[in-house]
């Protein structure tokens, strides 16, 4: 007799509303979609009420390839209050927007363009735009990203 493999089930990463039907994989996860974008990025909305606007990308919603841009798209939300004596109060948060409607975007050109990917001569994956040939993956921008990141943990750990 063979012995039953200890197999953990595969836990469900996030929760779909029952109106969104995705292709799945064979262990029941959804397929994600590749995008062109990444947290940091810049970008230009190229398609919407927001058409024309210019924004760094904060968070990436991968199961239904959706972007937050800081400062663009802002929807109200009307909050309760919490506690007997605290006011209830109206905040402003950044809605999601497809990643279809964003463009990347060089702030020395000014200009928006497609992404283009190329392998340099030590082997590394970058991406690049097409119209200007600016190389959007570097060192730098990633060392940048990952300060951003600590600061805002050191924040949130100190409130």
């Known amino acids: 007799m063979q012995a039953k493999s200890a ?5 469900i990463v996030m929760k779909l509303k029952r109106w969104e039907r995705k292709e799945c994989k064979p262990n029941s996860l959804p397929v994600l979609q590749k995008m062109h974008v990444k947290v940091g990025d810049t970008v230009k909305v190229i398609s ?73 001569e030590n082997g590394k994956r970058v991406r690049y735009l097409i119209k200007t040939g600016e190389i959007i993956d570097n060192e730098e921008n990633w060392k940048k990203l990952k300060e951003g990141n600590k600061k805002t943990e050191e924040v949130a750990a100190a409130s």
């Not at 309760?80 to 927007?97: F, H, L, N, T």
């Open 7 to 11: 197999e953990k089930p595969c836990l």
């Open 48 to 120: 919407g009420h927001e058409k024309g606007k210019i924004g760094e990308i904060t968070k990436v919603l991968k199961h239904n390839s959706t972007v937050v841009v800081k400062e663009i798209n802002l929807k109200t939300k009307h909050m309760k209050s919490r506690e007997e004596g605290e006011p209830g109060q109206i905040i402003k948060i950044e809605a999601p927007i497809h990643s279809s409607n964003v463009m990347l975007y060089s702030k020395e050109q000014n200009v928006a363009s497609r992404v283009g990917h190329k392998i340099l």
